[in-house]
């Protein structure tokens, strides 16, 4: 038997963006794009091109960046959502409109409140009218997890025949065990055989979603859709570094199955999609968590000394973790050690992105004595994901009495003006954040407010991740600050928020679509 692929669709930036407070900027969401390029994914879907100027304008910048992955936009059965959608990829190389609707009873019933005939007829033109934008069109039926599989089989034929060349099947709440998956997978692919790739869509709320993508593989899906670190709505979506790696690690099984996947990237993928969504994989999470590969247990430690297999299914170097602690970088270290240490990690910098960054590292080495790889991809990633620098912090001063009032004075640069002034708070990130909205002149409430220690030591840098909120219509926004200083690294974070919402102003979907 010849060998198959197995296609990744990554919906990172699609499903993963509806992880509660994962709204990115534009700059952000272009650099998770080159990096699943990187690793090889089939396919991107870049966004939902009809929910707001913002995602449209996200979408077409990452359309005309990426040179072999298909760029995908998602588009209601609607001819308005899929016209935008249409658009938005319209420079990619290579193009692909996702377009779905319900097709389980309740959500016909409910949601919809439309006649299986009428659903039938809704898909049917959609996809015909998707089809004068790309070739390349993908079905969903939404909650294929609980509708009747006659229907299904029904309204694939009819859509097929419009010139959809991919059937995707949702478990959309989250619902359904690996053999029911598996069942509905088996009749689908015998089916629609030749004439369309059945692809599965598996939520993650019973914790199934990898082991559903899996069975689903078993039983003739030839394209799975899953997420970075398994990020998406509610309990996420299936995770691709776990799917990839199983099928990888049990080619025994998977004998006659392939993926584009370079696994090497793996791990440069997690990293820089939580150091930009400030959402971090649980320690024990497969493949990626912080201990997944660290064994502490002294029986395991002296058999893993004798010989790694006795305890490791996989190495951490399969994935792109190389454990390094030795000190990578230091003050004399030059422009060229820096961009070759860069390349290693995997970043190739403009020469403008890497000035700024170099400066930053000598700023850095200066007071740091020891500088990690995840320093500097902390750093890096945080100089080529800014928005614009609308605002940008100068200086800082504090005055933090155990008994007083906390006060700040804050000097800003904005068009080349320097704005100083000060204010307080209840607390010190309190009395920065006030002075800083008192110079801004835009209101906002924080929602949120995280600090971890990007590597070890005393001296470890501070990675501050804010979600603000500066129109209670439009979703929050996230930012960040990266400093030794963890009061700097918020006021970094904060003004990172502000730009990124002004960068991206009027160009937001209001909460109540
Ligand atoms: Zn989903």
Redesign the pocket.
């Known amino acids: 038997m010849s060998t198959e692929t197995i296609k990744i669709f990554d919906?990172t930036l699609?499903?993963g963006e509806?992880s509660p407070g994962a709204s990115m900027n534009t700059e952000e969401k272009i650099q998770i794009a080159i990096q699943l390029e990187k690793l090889g994914v089939d396919i991107i879907e870049a966004g939902f091109a009809a929910a707001s100027p913002g995602d449209f304008d996200a979408i077409s910048k990452i359309a005309q960046r990426i040179e072999n992955s298909t760029v995908c936009s998602l588009a209601r059965a609607i001819d308005s959502d899929i016209k935008s959608a249409g658009e938005s990829i319209a420079k990619a190389k290579n193009r692909r409109i996702h377009t779905f609707i319900a097709t389980s009873s309740i959500h016909m019933e409910h949601k919809l409140k439309m006649t299986p005939d009428e659903v039938i007829k809704r898909a049917v033109r959609a996809v015909t009218y998707a089809r004068e934008f790309v070739d390349d069109v993908e079905f969903s039926c939404e909650d294929a997890g609980r509708s009747d599989i006659g229907f299904m089989k029904d309204i694939s034929d009819a859509v097929i025949e419009a010139g959809a060349t991919t059937i995707n099947l949702?478990d959309?709440v989250g619902f359904r065990l690996p053999y029911e998956i598996g069942e509905m997978v088996r009749i689908m692919s015998e089916y629609t055989k030749d004439r369309a790739i059945i692809s599965v869509?598996n939520?993650n709320d019973l914790g199934l979603g990898v082991a559903n993508s899996l069975e689903a593989v078993v039983n003739g899906a030839r394209q799975v859709?899953c997420t970075i670190n398994g990020l998406?709505?509610r309990a996420g979506?299936a995770s691709l570094e776990e799917i990839v790696m199983a099928l990888k690690v049990r080619g025994d099984i998977f004998k006659d199955l392939r993926t584009n996947i370079n696994t090497k990237e793996i791990y440069p993928s997690s990293r820089l999609i939580s150091n930009i969504t400030g959402i971090e994989p649980q320690p024990n999470k497969a493949i990626v968590g912080k201990n997944a590969f660290a064994h502490e247990s002294g029986i395991h430690q002296d058999g893993m000394l004798k010989n790694r297999e006795t305890y490791e299914i996989m190495t951490p170097e399969t994935i792109g973790l190389v454990k390094d602690d030795t000190l990578v970088l230091g003050k004399h270290s030059g422009r060229a050690a820096f961009r070759d240490k860069l390349a290693k990690l995997g970043f190739t910098l403009e020469d403008n992105a890497l000035n700024k960054s170099f400066e930053r590292f000598k700023i850095m080495a200066d007071k740091k004595k020891e500088i990690f790889d995840d320093d500097l991809r902390a750093l890096v990633t945080n100089e080529m994901t800014k928005a614009e620098q609308i605002y940008e912090l100068i200086s800082l001063q504090l005055m933090d009495f155990s008994e007083g009032t906390p006060s700040s004075v804050v000097k800003i640069r904005k068009d080349n003006q320097e704005i100083i002034d000060a204010g307080v708070g209840e607390g010190t990130i309190d009395a920065i954040f006030k002075t800083i909205e008192r110079i801004s002149g835009i209101e906002s409430h924080l929602m949120d407010y995280k600090v971890k220690s990007v590597s070890k030591g005393k001296d470890a840098l501070a990675s501050v991740t804010v979600k603000v909120s500066f129109n209670e219509k439009e979703p929050v926004i996230i930012g960040h600050g990266l400093h030794i200083d963890t009061m700097l690294a918020s006021a970094r974070a904060y003004i990172g928020a502000l730009n990124s919402y002004l960068s991206m102003e009027g160009k937001f979907k209001t909460k109540s679509d």
Do not use: C, K, L
Request: proline share 8%; aromatic share 0%; charged share 35%.
């Open positions: 919906t699609r499903d509806q949702p959309t869509h939520h859709e998406g709505e979506n």
